[in-house]
């Protein structure tokens, strides 16, 4: 099984960043997908789901009409199109695959998890 999260970068406040996350290694229209974030000093939180097909996704208060999860289950990817970026926003950021259509906010109910991506806006 493999992750693997890549776009990060630095970027100045209000620009804009797409992570993008290739997964391998296991059924990927089996599992909701997730982007998580953890900056410094914080615990890791979730930024956004989408489910299995695409048809429901989630986001955190804090990204919400900024950022916009998607998935193509014929390339086997999910990203995460970052605009208006703020400070706020710096942390490395992870994708993770979630067998459960339940809790998906809870990270230690994911499966399968990325190595991260660092996103640095600077003010």
């Known amino acids: 099984v493999q992750l693997q999260a890549f776009g990060g970068g630095l970027v100045q406040t209000g620009g804009s960043l797409r992570l993008s996350c290739a997964a391998s290694?296991?059924?990927?229209?089996?599992?909701?997908m997730g982007w998580f974030r953890q900056a410094p000093g914080k615990e890791r939180e979730l930024v956004a789901h989408i489910s299995r097909y695409g048809g429901y996704t989630n986001y955190a208060d804090s990204v919400k009409g900024r950022f916009t999860i998607a998935r193509d289950n014929a390339k086997n990817t999910v990203s995460l199109q970052m605009n208006s970026l703020k400070a706020e926003d710096t942390a490395v950021y992870y994708c993770?695959?979630?067998?459960?259509?339940?809790?998906?906010?809870?990270?230690?109910?994911?499966?399968?998890w990325g190595q991260g991506t660092q996103v640095t806006v600077s003010s």
């Open positions: 290694g296991f059924i990927f229209t089996a599992y909701g």
């Open positions: 993770a695959a979630i067998s459960r259509s339940s809790g998906v906010t809870i990270d230690r109910l994911y499966d399968y």
